[in-house]
């Protein structure tokens, strides 16, 4: 949540209330999941780790990202990894 909020307020020019208020807000609906190990998914940036393993934990079917690192991986196990235009051409039944 940490490392979500520094990137609203760096790449989006949030204020840090504004950020807070974005977190509260997605957990009101998200659902948090409980790591149960760790990975060495993506080797250049280990932070980006804990991405994988929470799409891991809550069985996530596609990461979306404008994360150079992990869109790299294309994919891990059965979890594409994606920009968020591919995945809106997805859910408009366009790809």
Known sequence: MEE??????LKFGFSAEQSAETIARYL????????PRTLEAVPRDPDDNAV???AIAGKATYVISGDRDLL???????????RAGE???????QR
């Open 72 to 82: 790299e991986l294309k994919k891990f196990q059965d979890i594409e990894i994606i």
């Open 28 to 35: 009101s609906f998200a659902r948090l999941v409980k790591i």
């Open 87 to 93: 995945f809106l051409e997805i859910m408009a039944g």
């Open 4 to 9: 979500w909020a520094e990137k609203l307020e």
């Open 52 to 54: 994988i393993e929470c």
